[in-house]
């Protein structure tokens, strides 16, 4: 089988808009990481004919195909037929199949409707890959020309988990050079600043290649070298990045910065609240999404106006009227109330005007002042974006976060 991939998605929402095809997105990535080249990315709609049209159109260079969607048990979801039919297959009903998905429902405290009978109708042409987060298996076809057809559900948790415990093992198997990818996650620095610090420095790795990903949480850093030099080279670019980019680093591999947060709160045996206001709780939603955070943050407050402000976190009237509510004394009154308030160690608080209205001249939309306190520092920044109101909102998450992972370290 060639370690050549392409990634077909199925489903008219994603074609309408409507749904980010984010599938095809990390299944890029992880194929990458196992040095498996994508030729082409497919999205297409739920019907027979498109379906068959891209199967027909495979390159002859693929050995690996990934279909996502379609694998649900309503009338719209007609892959798993389709590409059974296409192989020479027909579809069987599995007894034991059903079992699983009654239990998984009943666990669920929900009735069995008989359309999920459908999901279990198997191929008998094809391998089952267990789904341990829904109803709709995985399945494995094998074609004349000896390609991988993946089918895998379009609900991205059960995709992940899929290809994490049955795909990616398969894939781990297959010859050829091996490689390593190093993930290098930096925020509070622009791509170009990036390039600037690192782009002359990196003619000393030649053998290093070299990915920028800009989102808007930072910029990734992704560092791809082959298996059989990572003893003599890692260790060196590790110190180079870390010498240009300082503490713009904060962590390697994939974890989210609250996740960093997170350990450092425990390590020290610190907890944390958070007082937010032109975030609209995004900043505590970021923290509850990490397993285990309970025992680090207590409590979030959304105190959205001026009114919530002063009788929730005591902030002082007279504040508020000489200096407004998006300035730095009233995030520092914000922050310590909520951590006097709380009985935390640290807090965190943040205030601005995230837009499209509200400006002024001295403080135009976009102007956001932070503030952390832990027990030995207290620290306030004063930041402007212009990247629209839903976006201003994540970049302030982002740039809050951060001050208090630096106040950490």
């Known amino acids: 089988m060639k370690s050549i991939a392409e990634i077909i998605t199925i489903g008219d929402e994603i074609l309408a808009g409507a749904t980010l095809d984010t599938n095809a997105h990390w299944l890029t990535g ?3 990481t196992l040095n498996i080249p994508v030729l082409r990315r497919h999205t297409i709609s739920d019907r027979t ?3 068959l049209h891209v199967l027909r159109s495979l390159s002859d260079d693929t050995g690996i195909v990934i279909l996502t969607g379609g694998l649900g048990p309503t009338r719209d979801d007609i892959t798993k037929k389709t590409v059974t039919e296409y192989f020479g297959g027909k579809l069987i009903f599995s007894e034991s199949l059903f079992q699983e998905i009654q239990e998984k429902l009943k666990h669920r405290n929900r009735t069995i409707p008989e359309s999920n009978r459908e999901q279990a109708m198997i191929p008998d042409n094809a391998r089952i890959l267990p789904n341990p987060m829904g109803t709709a298996a995985g ?3 094998k074609d004349k020309k000896g390609r991988h057809v993946y089918l895998v559900p379009g609900v991205p948790e059960e995709m992940k988990s899929i290809f994490n415990e049955s795909i990616r093992p398969e894939l781990t198997k297959l010859p050829g050079e091996k490689i390593r990818v190093f993930i290098y996650k930096t925020t509070g620095i622009m791509e170009s600043e990036i390039v600037d610090r690192i782009d002359e420095g990196l003619n000393d790795f030649p053998m290093v290649k070299v990915g920028y990903y800009p989102s808007v949480y930072g910029v990734n850093l992704k560092m791809t070298v082959k298996e059989n030099e990572v003893g003599t080279v890692e260790p060196r670019l590790r110190d180079f990045l870390y010498n240009r980019l300082g503490d713009t680093i904060y962590t390697e591999g994939d974890r989210d910065i609250t996740e960093i947060i997170a350990e450092k709160l425990t390590t020290r045996g610190w907890t944390l ?6 975030t609209g709780g995004l900043i505590s939603h970021r923290l509850t999404d990490i397993p285990g955070i309970s025992k680090v943050f207590t409590e979030g ?9 002063i009788r929730r976190l005591g902030v002082s009237v007279n504040t508020l009227k000489k200096h407004g509510a998006v300035s730095e004394e009233t995030v520092i009154e914000m922050a310590r109330g909520i951590r006097q308030k709380s009985g935390t160690d640290t807090a965190l608080s943040v205030s601005g005007i995230a ?3 509200g400006g002024t001249r001295e403080k135009p939309v976009g102007t956001v002042w932070i503030c952390a306190l832990t027990p030995e520092k207290e620290k306030t920044i004063r930041i402007q974006f212009n990247k629209g109101r839903h976006m201003n909102k994540h970049f ?3 740039a809050a976060l951060n001050l208090l992972r630096k106040l950490l370290l």
């Open 49 to 51: 004919e498109e379906i």
């Open 396 to 398: 302030a998450s982002q």
């Open 355 to 357: 837009g499209p209205a």
């Open 301 to 309: 407050l959304l105190t959205y106006s001026n009114e919530a402000k």
């Open 30 to 32: 992880e194929l990458v």
């Open 139 to 141: 399945l494995c076809f």
């Open 273 to 278: 609240s958070v007082a937010e206001s032109c």
